[in-house]
């Protein structure tokens, strides 16, 4: 009764030769073995949570950001977390001599069946027959043709033909997703997360700050990160993020940069992001991410979703950021991008002045007049570059590329 | 009443959503090459505003219209749609969208000539109609199992000179997508013209988990209701063609009966059958 050594009867998960020593309490071995067996099928999502326990014995400490809470209070050196994995919630008891214990599964054995019907995340195949046509994929691997577009959808409540048509317009609309052209000739990925609600924006703005570690995105950020993993070797891959789905891209991507895992080749960009912005863009430029000139598209501060969900200042801290750590980006872009920022927070005058005042003592050039060309002004402001395009376009493009 | 689309509330219950009235619908009329083709339909009104529509412009000749294929990759069959409109259905009080029923009326012809005979005799427009549906929907397989079945419900319809069926295309296992629906009819010796509905429902989950939710007959019936007005009236060319073709042919109607195409191969059918085994032995092991 007193004996708390394993009985025979435990067998180890993982930990058996090195690591930490991970173990089943009677009730969760049963379950862990039908997991264990459809993984071994080639079952996609029941591998990765398989894995997952299995990363224990290497501690928690790697996982520690992503996907784990903790359950409840530390007491006599054990410690009780929930593991959330796709399919399975687990919780697990850490022992005082450093061992882990998985006390309880809680798993959905027909997942596979359930992310068919889009009642939980998965990765969706998109292509143009006469109609939008949607058809879930297996594996979590994307299309291996070159250039392939994956767009990251906000989470609604919906079958995914109807997310496909809410989220068309801003998809085609990103400068790298090709327009609707390319999208409707060579289809599409498409990574949706059912949810009652909108990812961050206005109403949770709790979510939208703190996404990278939001546990209610962790099954969907994970399988996200597991399809962005699998797909590393392909070529020119663009992770386009629609509306809250910015949210689950930067949880995914924290997942990966905490592995030091790089994407060079590949391209990301969020459409009317309504979570952290300056935090997305810092992992993005950790996993070596590629970007348009900028790193979001069709940004409407006017939107408040997406100026609260997105950080207020982000307009200011995202320019900041990419002046420090990306070579390409110089002072003038960095003006262009905190110009644009202001801008559309509605207190233009003041910031041009005081921008257009401080840059042109020292480059001896009339910056006000030039920032017209960033951004359509309203009124006779507008004439100046709109005439220069017309009559000199090769001197208004010049203007323009330097923003 | 009050089948608006804001959403305000959840729903809980079943409910039977409500879509446009086909007593407002106006009659579209428009010819290709000289055969009429009318029929009633409501103004568009999708809940999508990507949504796209396509007003049939009142004369069309075949030589003139880009015909594009269904698939980018493979062009074995060629449409050009000739009208596109879909109308949302509400639910009740504020419960928002439900479910929308998009139409499309296009030109259909094969992109090769595997054939010679003419769309108008009945079993080389059944042959040719086989592989349209294999080209479109025989694709998609789910651990084995076609994940479409088609045509089901074959009607044939008398009421035209040309031969004439509606039929359905129904999702099978491990398929959560709407039921489609078509009308065809062909309108000369290699082109037939394809009425297609999508009876989508929102939400998420299979079609007989909706069926608990969300009634499908609203939409069924605009559906229904706008097939029963198609009107098709053929030039005297192309009754000429028709006469020319049905020439020595002794049967000139389409079968009563047309089953279910199979796709699968006996390997994917083993395949299936594996995955079944394999299901039942993961309830085993839980259940032990």
């Known amino acids: 009764m007193f004996n708390t050594k394993p009985t025979n009867q435990v067998r180890a998960i993982a930990g058996n030769h090195s690591g930490n020593l991970v173990t089943c309490s009677p009730s969760a071995q049963p379950i862990y073995n039908v997991l264990e067996h459809k993984a071994k099928c080639g079952n996609h999502w029941a591998r990765i949570t398989v894995a997952g326990l299995q990363s224990l014995c290497a501690g928690r400490m790697h996982l520690n950001n992503v996907f784990i809470k903790p359950a409840t209070n530390i007491s006599y050196g054990h410690e009780e977390f929930f593991l959330i994995l796709p399919g399975c919630k687990a919780t697990v008891e850490k022992q005082s001599n450093g061992q882990f214990r998985v006390l309880h599964l809680e798993a959905d054995m027909n997942y596979g069946l359930l992310q068919q019907n889009a009642k939980k995340p998965g990765l969706w195949k998109v292509k143009k027959e006469g109609e939008w046509k949607v058809s879930d994929i297996k594996g979590g691997h994307i299309n291996n043709k070159h250039n392939r577009i994956v767009a990251i959808t906000d989470s609604l409540k919906g079958a995914p033909k109807d997310v496909v048509e809410a989220s068309i317009s801003l998809l085609s609309n990103a400068p790298v997703s090709g327009g609707i052209f390319t999208l409707t000739r060579d289809g599409f990925d498409m990574h949706h997360t059912p949810g009652a609600r909108m990812i961050g924006g206005l109403k949770n703005v709790r979510q939208a700050s703190t996404v990278e570690r939001d546990s209610s995105l962790n099954e969907s950020a994970l399988l996200l990160a597991k399809t962005m993993y699998n797909a590393r070797k392909v070529e020119g891959v663009r992770w386009i993020s629609i509306q809250g789905g910015s949210g689950v891209l930067t949880q995914a991507m924290q997942i990966l940069a905490d592995q030091e895992i790089t994407l060079k080749d590949h391209a990301v960009q969020f459409c009317a992001p309504t979570t952290n912005m300056s935090k997305a863009v810092s992992l993005a430029q950790r996993l070596d991410l590629s970007k348009d000139r900028n790193y979001h598209s069709q940004r409407n501060m006017l939107d408040l979703n997406q100026t609260i969900g997105g950080g207020l200042l982000s307009g200011y801290v995202v320019p900041y950021q990419r002046l420090k750590n990306e070579s390409d980006y110089d002072s003038l872009k960095f003006i262009g991008d905190l110009y644009r920022g202001t801008n559309s927070i509605k207190v233009a005058v003041a910031t041009t002045v005081s921008i257009g005042t401080a840059v042109g003592v020292f480059s001896g050039v009339s910056i006000p007049a030039m920032l017209g060309f960033i951004t359509t002004t309203a009124g006779t402001a507008a004439l100046i570059p709109k005439v220069t395009e017309a009559y000199a376009p090769k001197y208004h493009n010049k203007i323009k590329g330097r923003f | ?288």
């Open chain 2, 1 to 288: 009443m009050f089948n608006w689309s804001l959403k305000l509330r959840e729903q809980a219950e079943f409910c039977t959503p409500q879509g446009p009235s086909f007593k407002k619908a106006k009659k579209i009329k428009f010819s290709i090459n000289g055969t009429e083709i009318s029929f009633f339909a409501p103004r568009h009104s999708s809940h999508f505003p990507s949504k796209e529509v396509i007003q049939p412009r009142k004369e069309n000749v075949y030589d003139h219209l880009m015909m594009r294929p269904y698939k980018s990759y493979n062009e074995r069959w060629l449409y050009n749609a000739l009208c596109r409109r879909s109308w949302g259905f509400y639910g009740e009080w504020f419960t928002g969208y439900m479910g929308e029923l998009s139409m499309r009326v296009s030109l259909v012809t094969p992109g090769e000539l595997t054939q010679t005979a003419s769309f108008f005799r009945p079993k080389a427009f059944e042959n040719s109609l086989a592989d349209f549906l294999q080209y479109l929907y025989a694709d998609e397989i789910y651990e084995g199992a076609q994940k479409w079945l088609a045509p089901i419900d074959w009607t044939v319809v008398n009421s035209w000179s040309c031969p004439a069926a509606t039929f359905y295309v129904r999702p099978n296992v491990g398929n959560a997508e709407s039921p489609d629906r078509y009308y065809i009819f062909p309108i000369s010796d290699k082109h037939f013209i394809e009425v297609y509905f999508n009876l989508h429902r929102g939400g998420s989950g299979s079609q007989e988990e909706k069926d608990k939710l969300i009634s499908l007959s609203t939409i069924e019936q605009l559906s229904t209701d706008i097939m029963n007005s198609i009107q098709i009236k053929l030039s005297p060319e192309v009754q000429a063609q028709q006469a020319k073709a049905l020439e020595g042919c002794e049967d000139t109607t389409l079968s009563v009966k047309f089953p279910p195409l199979k796709w699968t191969t006996p390997e994917q059918d083993a395949e299936y059958e594996q995955y079944l085994q394999d299901e039942i032995r993961t309830q085993e092991i839980l259940n032990s």
